[in-house]
């Protein structure tokens, strides 16, 4: 299930959520819960967009769950990260959102020489089926971010250098860095 994703938690550019002074007296793990707003360490930008149901409201602003939900660009030095690299990463080890919702993964990477697989593709790990494609993000020449969800419980999730490859189209993409939630 998606985790709680807090200020002071991991990007996954490798900015961390910085508060933006629209959540300030609800925490999780006794950190202030993570609201659609809030800013990153990158020059601070990167605010949060809820992409999941956005029915759990902190002062009237939803909270943000760990890959389910979305970061705009930000900047670190003179390289814009686009939309996606910034999303929630990390998040609370033990508080959820949106159960039902399925479970996510997902991290930086690079895609193969065919392109870029689309939303709802079956990604497999050798002949398992590890999840589906949920949202793809494109960071100049082949590299990037892909998040699954839909992820198979019983299929050992992808690590650094793990190749998913869709059964669809044979498209893949290479892990550098992994999150789950
Ligand atoms: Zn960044």
Not at 98 to 118: D, E, R
């Amino acid at each position: 299930m998606p985790k709680a994703h807090r200020v002071g938690d991991q990007r996954m550019c490798g900015a961390t959520t910085v508060g933006a002074g629209l959540n300030t007296n609800v925490f999780v793990n006794g950190m202030l819960a993570a609201v659609a707003g809030d800013l990153d360490s990158h020059n601070m930008l990167g605010a949060l967009i809820s992409q999941s149901p956005g029915t759990i409201l902190i002062n009237g602003i939803p909270m943000i769950a760990s890959i389910m939900d979305q970061g705009s660009p930000d900047q670190i030095g003179l390289i814009t990260h686009v939309t996606g690299l910034p999303t929630p990463g990390t998040g609370s080890p033990n508080v959820n959102l949106y159960g039902g919702q399925g479970t996510f993964g997902g991290g930086l990477g690079n895609f193969g020489l065919s392109g870029v697989p689309g939303v709802g593709e079956i990604m497999q790990i050798g002949s398992q089926v590890v999840g589906q494609v949920y949202r793809t993000a494109v960071q100049g020449g082949n590299s990037g971010m892909l998040a699954l969800n839909n992820m198979n419980p019983n299929v050992t999730p992808p690590t650094v250098n793990t190749t998913i490859t869709s059964a669809n189209t044979g498209k893949t993409f290479t892990f550098t860095s992994y999150y789950s939630s």
